[in-house]
């Protein structure tokens, strides 16, 4: 054997040895870069050259995942929140009807809680709108329903989309209840508005046409006609007015000159300015209000005329021979806001149905029965509008053929 042979087989030895070595110090820095990692996979540290290269490869593609993480974490938060917040309803159902998910509005709209795990018939409650959820599923195509509920009587507009990921259906209920009812209101209001432009104006013709056919020349019966037109004239100039006033009012266009008031100089003015009309309907007016009660902050020609429109229906409401009474005192209803005083106008007319009760202080409302007593449906949206423009409230107590009391509550003025 050689020289060379031996001195080749040390380097092999050699050449073994070392990489035996880096063999071992690789797999002890694997292992403990692979514990950091299971630990905090962000803030692992490759602490040794061999595994420098590996981990700076990872780190880079799990922050890349990180960010991708976060930015998908903001989404769904985001989503929720607007889910949490939409006035619309959503609901998710997989394909055997099951609900998934119920968003708050869906939860308000249909009145059922816990909604998640019930079936869609369960959740809809309503024939409609579970056989748009089926057909939708059966033919796999967007599906809308409008329905009215019977015993709510909600008007609720319904689409089912099918669901192309999970294979179930989403459904979007939308409550169109109010604007429904503005809409009502709005018909009504052009309505009752043509209506009572209809009635002065065929009297004004008729009237004019009257004196144009000869009775110009008979002095007692044109002085008649002529009173009878400006009558009409004026009917008309306060159906003007009235909308005119409303609608300052209502776009808060109308300023309030506030200042104590003292309430019973309020009641005593209202029911002298209406002393006339009242006798000549052959009712009574009285006042009930204790002189020491405090003073109110009011402008004290608004609350005039919400007295006045109060009292004006009161005149219209009641059949002759009956009472109007008008008070004020501390408003000491439990739950009311503190410092107020409570005023009432009530009558033992008419009365008003529990049906027109909730509506009565709407722009333009009238009820049928009304429809035959002159008046524009404006003077209890106006009284509504200026109450609260003083910071107080108004309602009405009636029962229909046991008479009406209108309250509303005016804060008082600091002492
Ligand atoms: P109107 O010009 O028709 O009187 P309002 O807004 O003042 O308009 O009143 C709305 C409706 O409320 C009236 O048409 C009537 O049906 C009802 N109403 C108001 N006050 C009384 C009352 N004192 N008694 C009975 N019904 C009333």
Redesign the pocket.
């Known amino acids: 054997m050689s020289m060379w042979f031996y001195v080749l087989l040390a380097l092999v030895a050699l050449l073994a040895a070392w990489l035996g070595w880096r063999y071992f110090r690789l797999r002890r820095a694997l292992r403990r870069y692979a514990a950091e990692l299971r630990a905090d996979s962000l803030k692992a540290s490759a602490r040794s050259a061999e595994v420098e290269s590996v981990s700076n490869v990872l780190r880079q593609i799990l922050e890349e995942n990180a960010r991708h993480l976060s930015g998908v974490v903001a989404d769904r938060d985001r989503l929720a929140a607007v889910l949490e917040q939409m006035a619309d309803g959503v609901l998710i159902a997989n394909t055997v009807g099951e609900i998934q998910f119920a968003n708050p509005a869906a939860t308000r709209i249909f009145a059922v809680s816990n909604m998640v795990g019930k079936t869609v018939t369960e959740a809809l409650r309503d024939h409609r709108l579970v056989d748009a959820w089926r057909r939708c599923a059966d033919k796999g195509a967007m599906q809308s329903e409008l329905i009215e509920t019977p015993a709510s009587h909600q008007t609720l507009q319904l689409v089912v989309v099918p669901d192309a990921h999970g294979g179930g259906s989403l459904l979007l209920v939308q409550d169109l209840t109010r604007m429904r009812r503005l809409e009502t209101v709005r018909q009504d209001f052009v309505a ?1 508005f043509s209506h009572e432009l209809r009635t002065p104006l065929a009297s004004l013709k008729a009237l004019a046409e009257t004196l144009q056919d000869g009775a110009l020349h008979d002095a007692s019966a044109a002085s008649g006609f002529l009173q009878r037109i400006v009558a009409e004239v004026d009917s008309l100039t306060q159906m003007s007015q ?1 909308l005119l006033d409303l609608t300052s009012i209502e776009s808060g266009k109308a300023s309030l000159h506030i200042e104590p008031t003292a309430p019973r100089k309020l009641l005593d003015s209202a029911a002298e300015r209406m002393r006339l009309q009242v006798q000549r309907a052959n009712l009574q007016i009285h006042v009930d209000c204790p002189e020491t009660l405090p003073a109110v902050n009011a402008d004290a020609a608004r609350l005039s005329q919400v007295l006045l ?2 009292i ?3 005149v ?3 059949p002759a021979g009956g009472q109007i009474r008008l008070s004020a005192q501390v408003d000491e209803t439990p739950g009311s806001v503190q410092g107020c005083v409570l005023f009432a ?1 009530s ?1 033992n ?4 149905s529990s049906d ?1 009760l909730p509506r ?12 035959t ?11 509504r509008h200026l109450v609260e423009a003083h910071g107080g409230r108004i309602w ?1 107590e ?1 029962v229909e053929g046991g ?2 009391t ?1 309250k509303f509550t005016i804060p008082q003025a600091p002492y």
């Open positions: 009752n009235e429109n109060l004006h229906n009161a219209k409401f009641t106008v009558d007319g008419l009365g008003i027109d009565i202080f709407e722009r333009l409302y009238r009820a049928d029965r009304a429809r007593a002159a008046g524009t449906g404006m003077g209890l949206s106006i009284a009405a009636s008479g009406s209108f």
